[in-house]
């Protein structure tokens, strides 16, 4: 996982980013919050990640499951 994330934010360093989501964070009820909690501090930390939250029960409506 570290060696993707490092991956990213040189692609984003070096303009290379396609503009996809870096991170996708996936959660229910208090775990969601927990999550978004992770996905502010982490993007606190590293501004160009792009890093998105999700209700586990959306995500998976989606992915039509």
Not at 12 to 23: I, M, N, R, T
Not at 53 to 60: E, W, Y
């Amino acid at each position: 996982m570290k060696k993707l994330l490092t991956k990213r934010l040189l692609n984003h360093e070096k303009d290379q980013h396609d503009g996809s989501v870096d991170l996708l964070v996936a959660g229910c009820e208090v775990s969601l919050w927990c999550g978004e909690q992770f996905a502010s501090d982490l993007h606190n930390a590293f501004p160009a990640l792009r890093v998105v939250t999700i209700s586990a029960n959306k995500l998976l409506a989606q992915l039509g499951q």
